[in-house]
């Protein structure tokens, strides 16, 4: 089952080593991507003079990028045939800086094709595919599938086999649901923190034939006479209809007949029996990788046992942030974790451990934050569980590998994946608010900050930024034109409670803003939406690397800890078109 090379990388690499080294050494000296991957803000496109594009994006680039339609730009970058191109110096040959980048990134990109390791896998009954969209019954077909062979190689290196899979989010449950149902019969573990999900998890298991409804029995005529006395909107709550039935006369003795319970407060049963699935649930918020606290809820051990008795392998489909990296490093620490397969996603929220750097990076160009924004906070918390995991990246070249949240949120995207319809209708939405932006800046509602030099120096898009306003979505009629855009902005910021901070000065500022001053924000500034597209769409493709970063260092992580790690590698496990985030990392403990 272990594929070939332990990473999937390009065939233009002869070993993991020399992979790690070249990725690692251009994430750390290449200035350009430093600057496409964190440098920069979408909201200061247009707020310095001659803009963001101008003062960043190579000069020899720039015609090049602007004379594309953002689609066929997005071929080029990710599709098209580099050693095809026309010759150097012709009419029409892109430069060749910029043909050697997309090389760059193309090669230093983990690959993303997907074979499935077995040709056919069971199709999922109806009743456990209940709320599965198509992209979810793919992720679930295919991970429930390579998780029972991984199991069955698990137990054929390590001569047992697992009890108990650890499913880190399980969110609705649809991947411990599947693996507890037959053909698998697995015993699942399914962790998660919002009892929402749970409940509606536990609602599914019911519907699919793996829990049973609990029964009620209870004294129908009296039950209808409590009810009979209560407000209807009372119906379910107990205390009420306790009360009522103590108004009744009914004693303690004829409550427990009665049975007042509502039917949704009522767990379904789960019968344990040998050979079949099952499915244990346990509600907490993960903030390690110690698993104690969940191993001591299951059932058989409530008290201290024998840890040989557990073998467990920690599972996952996109557990966000951090909770990819407990659920990696919980096979480091607890000895009952004998293997991990998980597939990350929101690298976004990943926490920082390396903190702010102790030097000045080229293009450093640091974000303001408004009152609820995370950049700031997350990279002065130096957090132990967060990014990066392994020590390799950690202190690469003394410094170590830092990715922002800006970085690590585009990272996130998937622009193989954008169709024409979308990718207009995400850069018609940062254009606008870019422009926005720059009303904001000459109408006084924020100012321009320095980070380098003084208030009266030339401001550029490395030595300033301006105070960011968050506005969130919008109602989709505000996306029609870029009127409808600034007038939705104005009304959402000058009238919701949650933005009472922006009214006042938004009210005095830009109460009196006409359409045609509007419109001429838009003229001016229409002919450049290339600009900010083709920036955009640079930052995507740049971020693949990014992405294969942050994967690598939790691989690298495990081999690390090679004292406990027996094997470790990488792999695709969804096909990239239907489920982007297609990276599982697989440790098995010796």
């Known amino acids: 089952m272990k594929p070939e090379k332990p990473l999937p990388y390009s065939e233009d690499f002869s070993s993991a080593e020399e992979y790690v080294e070249s990725v690692l050494n251009f994430a750390a000296t290449s200035e350009l991507f430093q600057f496409l991957c964190g440098g920069v803000h979408i909201l200061d496109f247009f707020t310095t003079d001659p803009g963001l594009f101008i003062a960043a994006v190579p000069k020899e680039w720039q015609q090049f990028l602007v004379d594309r339609e953002p689609m066929t730009l997005l071929d080029f970058l990710m599709r098209d045939d580099l050693d095809a191109l026309p010759a150097a110096g012709t009419p029409g040959a892109p430069p060749e800086t910029l043909v050697q980048y997309i090389k760059d990134i193309r090669r230093l990109s983990l690959r993303r094709g997907f074979r499935p390791a077995q040709s056919k896998l069971p199709v999922l009954p109806r009743s456990v595919a209940l709320g599965m969209n198509v992209k979810k019954t793919h992720e679930v077909t295919q991970f429930a599938g390579y998780i029972d062979q991984l199991s069955e190689e698990v137990a054929q290196v390590s001569g047992f086999q697992l009890t108990h899979m650890v499913d880190f989010g399980s969110g609705q449950n649809y991947l411990g649901r599947t693996l507890a149902s037959p053909p698998y019969n697995k015993h699942i573990v399914a962790v998660e923190s919002k009892e929402s999900n749970m409940a509606g998890a536990k609602t599914l298991d019911i519907l699919s034939g793996v829990a049973e409804k609990t029964k009620r029995m209870r004294n129908k005529k009296l039950y209808q006479q409590i009810l009979d006395r209560v407000d209807p909107s009372q119906h379910k709550n107990q205390e009420a209809l306790k009360q009522a039935a103590i108004e009744l006369g009914v004693t303690e003795a004829e409550l427990s007949i009665v049975d007042l319970r509502s039917a949704a407060s009522l767990e379904p049963t789960y019968a344990f029996q040998e050979g079949k699935g099952y499915i244990e649930y346990v509600v907490g918020r993960l903030e390690h990788a110690d698993l104690s606290g969940v191993i001591s809820q299951l059932r058989g ?25 407990y659920g990696i490093r919980s ?7 004998k293997a991990v397969a998980i597939v990350g996603c929101c690298y976004n929220l990943l926490t920082e451990k390396l903190g702010p750097p102790t030097y000045k990076p080229p293009f450093s160009r640091p974000s303001l934050q408004p009152v609820n924004a995370r950049v700031t906070r997350e990279s002065e918390r130096r957090d132990p569980q967060g990014f990066p995991m392994s020590e390799r990246v950690a202190a690469y070249n003394g410094h170590g590998i830092r990715f922002n949240i800006t970085a690590r949120m585009m990272a996130c995207q998937a622009p193989e994946n954008w169709t024409e319809k979308e990718s207009d209708g995400f ?10 932006q720059k009303i904001f800046l000459d109408k006084g509602v924020i100012a321009r900050v320095y980070h ?19 506005i969130g979505s919008l109602r989709k009629q505000c996306y029609t034109s870029f009127n409808a855009y ?6 959402k910021l000058t009238t919701n409670a949650d933005f009472s901070q922006y009214s006042q000065v938004i009210r005095d500022k830009l109460g009196d803003i006409t359409d045609e001053e509007i419109g001429r924000y838009e003229e001016e500034y229409r002919c450049r939406k290339r600009e900010l597209s083709a920036v955009w769409s640079l930052m995507a493709f740049s971020a693949t690397v990014v992405e294969s970063v942050i994967v690598m260092d939790r691989w690298l992580f495990l081999k690390e800890h090679s004292d406990v790690v027996a094997d470790c590698w990488v792999e695709t496990v969804f096909d990239y078109q239907q489920s982007p985030r297609n990276l599982v990392v697989v440790g098995i403990k010796r």
């Open 301 to 325: 051990y409530e008290e201290e046992s024998d840890p040989n008795d557990l073998r467990m392998m920690a599972v996952s489909i996109h557990s966000c942030g951090n909770l990819s990296h």
């Open 331 to 337: 096979m480091v620490s607890n000895p009952c974790i």
């Open 427 to 436: 850069f018609t939405r940062h254009f606008y608010r870019a422009v926005l």
């Open 452 to 470: 380098s030099g003084e208030d009266g120096d030339q401001a550029s898009p490395f030595n300033s930024s301006t105070n960011p306003v968050v």
């Open 486 to 491: 600034v007038r939705g902005a104005i009304t």
